[in-house]
C-alpha cells in the first residue's frame, strides 16, 4: 500500500518543487520507493535534477491523451541522486512543451482517468509513497489530489494574500477529511521564531512541520540541484527532516517494520493471492422498513425490521435493479430476492457488501426465513467491512472508506417530492422517508450506497488497499492483495485488541447462521 501526499500553495513561487523533490529525496535515502509528480503546467521539477527535456520520453499529458500507459510516463531519477540512496524515485512531469501545456490547459483531461492512473502507477512500479506536486491556488488538479490523497501538505509565505488563501486551503481539506499539516517558507531572520510557529498552529488549527528560513544558498542555487544533498547540514535540510519524520509518523508505509501480527497478516494474504474471485461482480444493499428510536446501540435489537426496498449494482450493466413494496415487501418478496441473489452466484456473479454479512443478509433471512441460503451467500460473499474488523479489530463505515479511495462519498442531500432539499441525510432517516412514501428520495439514496459499494470494490481490486483517516486525522489501512470471501477472512490471523474495552467478536458476524462453526 502507498500514502498519496499532495504538495500544494495557495500562490506560485512559494516552494512546491523544493519542498516536494527534497521530500522525495529524503525518502528514497531512508529507503523508500517514491513517485514525484509534478502536475504543474508549468513543470520545474525536473531542473532539479537537472534533467534535459529530450529525456521526458513520456509525460503525463500523454497518458492522459491516450499515447502512453501510466507507468511509461514514470522515469528513474534515482542515479541523479548519487550512490549511497538506498531507495529509488521516480518523476512523473507534466508536458514541458508549451504548445502542449496550452492544449492542456484548453482542453482539460478526464478526471476519472487521472485518479485510475495514479492508483495503477503505485501498483505497476510498487510504489511506497506517491507525491503530487500540483498547481498554485485551489484549481482543479489540487481539489483532485486532495481528495485521493491520505496527507495535505500547504506552503506557506509571510504575505497577506498567502494567509487568506492557505485559510481556504485547509478548509477545503478538511471538507474532504484529509488532514492538512503546514510548511512555512521563506521566513525571515526576524519572524522566525517558536511563538510564529506556535500563533500559527492555533490561527489554522493545525500542525507546522517545518519552518524555511530565508536563505540566500537556496536563491544562489537557482531551482538547480537537490538542496538537501547539497547542503546536508544546513537549517532548512533540518527542518524538511523534521517533515518527512512527521509524514512517516503520519502513515508509516508498508517498508516499515511492523508488528508481529501485521507480518502475519502479510504472510497469510500472500499465502491466498492466487485463489480466484469471480471477474463478474453485483453489489447488494437494502433498507429496512422500520422507524427506530434515536441512539441506539444495536439496530439488530429492534428485529424484526422488515424490508422496504433492495438494490442490485452489477460492474457489467448500467442499470441498478431495484425490489419495492410499500410499506415493506412481503415474505414471498424477500424469497424471491433470496432465489434472484442465488441464480445471479448461480451465472458466475460474486456479491459484494459493505457489512452485508452481520446486517443486510441477516434481516433478509429474518424477513424471508430462509436462513440456510442466506448464510450460504452471506458466507461466500465478499464483505469489505468485515476484511478491516478482522484485520483491524475495529468497525470502519462506508462513507470513511469512501473518502479513503478517491470514491465521492454517501448520499447527503435528497430532494423530496415536494421540492423540499433534506442535508446531512442517513440511514436512520429512510424508514421515515418511505413511510411518507417519498419513493424517489429513498431510492436515490440506496442507490448510491450500493454503486458506490461497487465503485469502491473495483478500486481496492485495481489497488490493493484499504485506505482511510480515522477521526483523530491518523492514516489507516488495511492490505487486500485480493478480495476474500467472508469464510475465508476467519483465516486472518487476530488482531491485537487487548487495548480495547468491547472489541467486536467474530462469532457475532456469523452466529445467526445455522450451523456456522462447521461451515467457516
Wanted: hydrophobic share 40%; proline share 4%; with cysteine.
Amino acid at each position: 500500500m502507498a500514502q498519496i501526499i499532495s504538495v500544494c500553495s495557495y500562490r506560485s513561487d512559494a516552494g512546491r518543487s523544493i519542498v516536494a523533490t527534497n521530500l522525495a529525496t529524503l525518502l528514497a535515502i531512508d529507503g523508500f520507493r517514491v513517485g514525484l509528480v509534478d502536475m504543474d503546467q508549468s513543470p520545474s521539477i525536473h531542473f532539479l535534477f537537472d534533467i534535459d527535456e529530450s529525456e521526458i520520453e513520456h509525460s503525463l499529458n500523454d497518458y492522459l491523451w491516450g499515447k502512453c500507459k501510466i507507468k511509461d510516463t514514470a522515469h528513474d531519477v534515482t542515479g541523479k541522486l548519487g550512490p549511497d540512496i538506498k531507495g529509488k524515485i521516480f518523476l512523473i512531469s507534466s508536458s514541458v512543451k508549451i504548445d502542449e501545456s496550452i492544449r492542456m490547459q484548453r482542453e482539460g483531461y478526464d478526471v476519472g482517468l487521472l485518479t485510475d492512473g495514479f492508483r495503477n502507477l503505485v501498483s505497476s512500479i510498487l510504489l511506497d509513497i506517491l507525491i503530487l506536486k500540483t498547481g498554485p491556488g485551489l484549481g482543479e488538479d489540487a481539489i483532485l489530489t486532495m481528495a485521493i490523497s491520505n496527507i495535505l501538505i500547504s506552503i506557506m509565505r509571510p504575505d497577506a494574500r498567502d494567509y487568506r488563501g492557505t485559510a481556504s486551503i485547509i478548509s477545503t481539506a478538511r471538507s474532504l477529511e484529509v488532514p492538512p499539516i503546514l510548511v512555512l517558507n521563506k521566513i525571515p531572520q526576524a519572524l522566525y521564531s517558536d511563538d510564529a510557529r506556535n500563533r500559527t498552529e492555533q490561527a489554522y488549527g493545525c500542525e507546522v512541520a517545518a519552518m524555511l528560513p530565508l536563505s540566500e544558498e537556496v536563491v544562489t542555487l537557482g531551482s538547480t540541484g537537490i538542496f538537501s544533498l547539497l547542503y546536508p547540514n544546513h537549517d532548512i535540510t533540518s527542518e524538511l527532516q523534521k517533515l518527512k519524520d512527521k509524514i512517516l509518523k503520519l502513515s508509516p508505509p508498508n517498508i516499515s517494520i511492523g508488528s508481529n501480527n501485521e507480518q502475519n497478516q502479510k504472510s497469510f494474504f500472500r499465502k491466498n493471492d492466487e485463489k480466484p474471485i469471480s471477474k463478474k461482480l453485483a453489489s447488494f444493499d437494502l433498507e429496512i422498513a422500520k422507524i427506530l428510536p434515536e441512539n441506539i446501540n444495536d439496530i439488530l435489537d429492534y428485529a424484526p425490521l422488515g424490508i422496504s426496498c433492495a438494490a442490485l449494482a452489477f460492474d457489467d450493466k448500467s442499470d441498478v435493479l431495484f425490489s419495492q413494496r410499500y410499506p415493506q415487501l412481503s415474505k414471498q418478496d424477500c424469497q424471491k430476492l433470496v432465489k434472484d441473489l442465488i441464480n445471479y452466484v448461480a451465472s458466475g456473479y460474486t456479491l459484494v457488501t459493505w457489512n452485508g454479512c452481520s446486517f443486510d443478509f441477516r434481516v433478509l433471512a429474518q424477513e424471508s426465513a430462509i436462513y440456510e441460503e442466506c448464510g450460504q451467500l452471506a458466507l461466500n460473499h465478499v464483505d469489505l467491512m468485515l476484511i478491516v474488523t478482522f484485520t483491524k479489530g475495529w468497525y470502519l463505515g462506508l462513507d470513511k472508506a469512501l473518502r479513503g479511495a478517491g470514491v465521492s462519498g454517501k448520499v447527503k442531500k435528497l430532494k423530496l417530492s415536494n421540492g423540499e432539499i433534506l442535508e446531512d441525510i442517513n440511514g436512520a432517516h429512510v424508514p421515515k422517508l418511505w413511510k411518507k412514501r417519498e419513493f424517489s428520495a429513498v431510492l436515490t439514496y440506496l442507490e448510491g450506497d450500493v454503486s458506490k459499494t461497487l465503485e469502491l470494490v473495483k478500486t481496492v481490486q485495481d489497488s490493493h488497499v484499504i485506505n482511510w483517516v480515522s477521526g483523530s486525522g491518523n492514516f489507516q489501512s488495511v492490505s487486500v492483495p485480493r478480495l476474500m470471501t467472508v469464510k475465508e477472512c476467519f483465516d486472518i490471523p487476530l488482531p491485537d485488541t487487548s487495548w480495547m474495552s468491547n472489541p467486536p467478536q467474530r462469532k457475532t458476524f456469523v452466529e445467526w447462521i445455522p450451523n456456522w462453526e462447521q461451515k467457516i
